[in-house]
């Protein structure tokens, strides 16, 4: 990155993968399974449901034309590749995957363009989220459009080819998460947004949420969210095999944003778009911060947008998002079904494929609310017994009852263990109440002393050899992360923990735990990715600038700013819009359609030359030298702030110091 008087916002910033590559480095580096994993693998098929066939025909169900192909961008390189995957055409489960992940990876590979009921359609398969598409009396409404505009514009060519090329007058953005808007200027053309042709609903708080998530702490979250889903790991059953809710996130595509022109306020209200009756309930603070299903009456289809899918969810993302809150997600999918139960036919999600049957509608609504009540509660049961985080995840193993027995209960992408600790945090915080862990080393000095105690880096690698070859992982992991931290060079260390990690990897029916295990073995045989960023666009221009003002004083480094007090007015005259900064103790604030009395400086410019910047087209000193940026007053103090602006590093080391 450039200095910070050049680029101010770097939060918008997209990392860039290769994720697509059949063969790499990584590929070559990675190990095959040992006979512990092997044999705890085989044992999993002892404990899993019986595998019925009505998944895989549920899948399949309503196929009017399969997917096999590649999706490119405009510079022709692959976005999305279908054949990444023909590897898990095999039916023989490898020793290298999970048997109950390598079945939801199977299911997940189904792609293409799907009829649910008379008149509604869905295109699965071709990017991480589906897309749904109903057809209206003048035109079609689409919700979700997916994760990128490459996905969303073949996605919607896959559907004309085979059905009548009805005009996209409505778009629905379930909730506000990128999967289920970014590819929206793929399927609409933003003109026909401002003429009134299209359009567009979300739910209330939406564009707040949307750009917020990725604001703050974008960096962080974009960093870890590749290890999450796997991004850098080529396709293989020794790398990634599938994210959970999907395939994985499209590479290197275009992502958009169009705001919305209709927000759902109500908890339920209702709309006729295009000749059909659309009941919306509105779900807050489940699944995402905004967030609603849909109830179409004349289809009797009930959307469950991302409340209900195939599998349990997160509650916290390893990613990193606000902590969810399990009791209103349970109490939502009863409202649904209290709502709609009696008055549907057929389930269908953003993810996953569709559930058919009013009776096993209802069936599934009444599983995935009790689950995420039991999620809840027990783990609230179990704290004040005293138990902390680590002691509730090791004690619940498994869901009660039938739902344990259940294939959409199971931990493919959320799991019981991150769940619970989750629901400790949202309650009582990250603290476990033990005084021991109130003030606990920094990883580094604690690895040291703990390598030191242990008698050596020798004796220490001897002690995670010896729980490997006992099939001991976890504690493998545990030891050779103190020692990776107290000797990051350590080149023996580094190959043990990765071969440690890459076991537990193996193990996890979770794709997201596999993932991230995988990812952190090859960075620690290969290092971090070194691809830069790239800017979005859509994002950045539907920042508002509180939301730069904010980003401003989380990259203000502190102890720059010690003694360099100061007061600013910014005022963006197209917005009429102006923010009284105080720059005190290290410390930036702002109060927003206020002025200081007396300003060491104002600034004038508009939002248009601020988005300019941000995406890197010109800088701060260009924009100043030709007029675009006005200053009056102590100009050299709104250039010593710049200055005390620190740059977010997007490929910084995590099972490295």
Not at 95 to 112: E, F, K, Q, Y
Not at 156 to 170: F, G, I
Not at 340 to 367: C, I, K, N
Request: aromatic residues 8%; contains cysteine.
């Amino acid at each position: 990155m450039r200095n910070p008087i050049a680029v101010c916002v770097t939060a918008f910033y997209l990392l860039g993968t290769q994720a697509w590559a059949v063969e790499s480095e990584a590929a070559e580096a990675a190990k095959g399974a040992s006979a512990e994993t092997a044999a705890a693998n085989r044992a999993v098929l002892k404990q899993l449901p019986p595998d019925t066939p009505e998944d895989q025909e549920a899948a399949r169900r309503g196929l009017v034309a399969a997917f096999e192909g590649v999706i490119k961008s405009a510079d022709g390189k692959p976005v999305w590749n279908s054949h990444a995957y023909d590897f898990l055409q095999q039916d023989k489960v490898p020793d290298t995957v999970n048997p109950s992940l390598w079945r939801m990876a199977r299911l997940n590979t189904n792609a293409g363009l799907y009829q649910v009921a008379e008149g509604l359609y869905q295109v699965r398969g071709m990017d991480l989220a589906n897309m749904t598409i109903i057809e209206g009396q003048d035109g079609l409404i689409i919700i979700d459009p997916l994760f990128v505009t490459e996905t969303a514009k073949a996605s919607l060519e896959l559907y004309y080819q085979h059905r009548p090329r009805k005009p996209v007058v409505a778009v629905i953005y379930s909730h506000s998460h990128v999967d289920h808007f970014g590819g929206v200027r793929g399927v609409v053309d933003e003109d026909d947004v401002k003429a009134g042709k299209v359009r567009i609903y979300a739910p209330d708080g939406f564009m707040e949420h949307a750009i917020s998530e990725n604001v703050l702490a974008g960096t962080a979250m974009f960093r870890r969210g590749t290890y999450q889903g796997g991004s850098t790991l080529p396709r293989g059953a020794r790398a990634q095999v599938d994210a959970g809710l999907g395939k994985g996130a499209p590479v290197g595509g275009t992502i958009s944003l169009i705001a919305p022109t209709d927000l759902i306020v109500q908890p339920v209200e209702s709309h006729e778009i295009a000749g059909v009756q659309v009941e919306f309930q509105l779900t807050p603070g489940t699944e995402a911060p905004a967030e609603m299903n849909l109830y179409l009456p004349q289809l009797k289809a009930l959307c469950m947008s991302e409340n209900a899918v195939m599998m349990m969810h997160n509650i916290l993302t390893p990613r990193g998002a606000e902590v969810r809150d399990a009791k209103a997600w349970s109490k939502f999918l009863d409202d649904s079904l209290v709502r709609y139960g009696d008055r549907t036919e057929v389930m269908f999600a953003q993810h996953s494929w569709p559930t058919w049957g009013a009776e096993a509608v209802r069936t599934l609504l009444a599983d995935q609310r009790d689950m995420y009540a039991f999620i809840n509660d027990r783990t609230l049961h179990l704290l004040n017994q005293g138990l902390t985080p680590r002691e509730i995840a090791d004690a619940i193993k498994r869901l009660p009852g039938n739902l344990d027995r259940k294939w959409y209960t199971r931990g493919y992408y959320g799991t019981l263990s991150f769940n619970t600790r989750a629901v400790y945090q949202r309650y009582l915080g990250f603290y476990d109440g033990n005084p021991a862990n109130l003030d606990p080393l920094p990883p580094t000095e604690s690895g040291r002393n703990y390598v030191e105690a242990l008698g050596g880096a020798d004796k220490v690698l001897q002690l995670m050899r010896t729980a490997m070859q006992r099939g001991d992982y976890r504690w493998a992991v545990e030891l050779g992360n103190h020692l990776v931290f107290a000797e990051p060079d350590n080149q023996a260390a580094r190959q043990a923990q990765a071969d440690a990690m890459e076991q537990l990897g193996y193990r996890s029916e979770s794709a997201t735990w596999r993932n991230m295990y995988l990812t952190g073995a090859q960075e620690l045989r290969q290092g971090p990715p070194t691809q830069a960023g790239k800017a979005n666009a859509d994002l950045i221009r539907a920042a508002t600038p509180a939301m730069f003002m904010d980003l401003l004083a989380v990259r203000l480094d502190s102890d720059k700013a010690q003694g360099h007090d100061m007061t600013l007015d910014w005022t963006f005259d197209d917005l009429k819009q102006s923010f009284a900064l105080t720059l005190r103790n290290g410390v930036l604030t702002y109060r927003e359609n206020s002025r200081h009395a007396k300003p060491d400086v104002s600034v004038t410019m508009s939002k248009a030359v601020l988005d300019r910047i941000s995406l890197r087209e010109t800088d701060f000193p260009t924009a100043i030298k030709q007029g675009d940026i006005k200053l009056e007053g102590d100009a050299a103090r709104f250039k010593a702030l710049l200055g005390m602006l620190g740059s977010f590093a997007p490929n910084f080391n995590i099972v490295t110091p």
